[in-house]
């Protein structure tokens, strides 16, 4: 059987909202593990603004290699839209285990971060183009003298709010179109998407006919009435 190295990612401000908060991390762990398998090290990161430094995760793929355990983490359903995790993920060739998302592999991973990647780069470009042709229109850039302090901080949420639903989307496009390269049935594929935190577009759990409209590239607007 083998031992575990766990990471657990928290934020002072958001902590025990979600089941993102630490004492929810350490007990979905424990009550993954099975007789006979025990967690040698622990690892701690507390998020830290848009910077993309994770030390505790470095410090805890090392351990995990120093000890040939495997690296334990208790929500993959964010991390995933994370690229800085999920490179250093990919880079360090350690075994992983994710508690809700028990399916997923370093392949699966490895589509992940593609496609995280892809959509960081798509948004750059996307903003960098809107600003100029703002600019081309004779538009000032820039914030308006008017515009609070308030306003600034929800404009920012918000574009962060729809960035993560556009890429959480564009992951569970991917990982549907994998499992079902596997032969999964839709039913199957729909049930692991919900277990593993991806929502549709409109927050709610994936049915069989939603993942059929994934993996075909079908838009709901589009899509036959059944």
């Not at 839209?81 to 992983?96: D, I, K």
């Amino acid at each position: 059987m083998p031992d575990y190295v766990a990471y657990y990612r928290v934020s002072t401000a958001r902590q025990g909202q979600s089941g993102l908060g630490l004492e929810a991390q350490q007990a979905a762990v424990r009550t993954f593990l099975s007789f006979g398998e025990q967690i040698v090290a622990e690892f701690i990161e507390i998020e830290s603004g848009r910077k993309n430094a994770r030390p505790q995760l470095v410090a805890a793929m090392q351990a995990a290699k120093e000890a040939g355990a495997v690296l334990l983490v208790a929500k993959l359903d964010r991390l995933a839209r994370n690229l800085a995790f999920l490179t250093a993920l990919m880079e360090s060739r350690v075994r992983f285990k994710a508690v809700d998302m028990p399916a997923a592999d370093e392949f699966t991973i490895h589509v992940l971060g593609a496609v995280a990647e892809k959509e960081a780069k798509a948004i750059s470009i996307r903003t960098k183009d809107a600003l100029a042709a703002k600019k081309a229109r004779g538009f000032q850039l820039g914030t308006p003298a008017n515009l609070t302090a308030e306003a600034r901080v929800k404009g920012q949420q918000q574009r962060q709010l729809n960035a993560q639903a556009s890429l959480a989307n564009r992951q569970a496009t991917e990982l549907a179109r994998l499992y079902r390269s596997l032969q999964w049935d839709y039913r199957r594929i729909a049930a692991q998407l919900t277990a593993s935190g991806y929502r549709t577009r409109r927050g709610c759990h994936f049915t069989a006919a939603g993942v059929r409209r994934l993996v075909l590239g079908i838009s709901a607007a589009t899509a036959p009435k059944q």
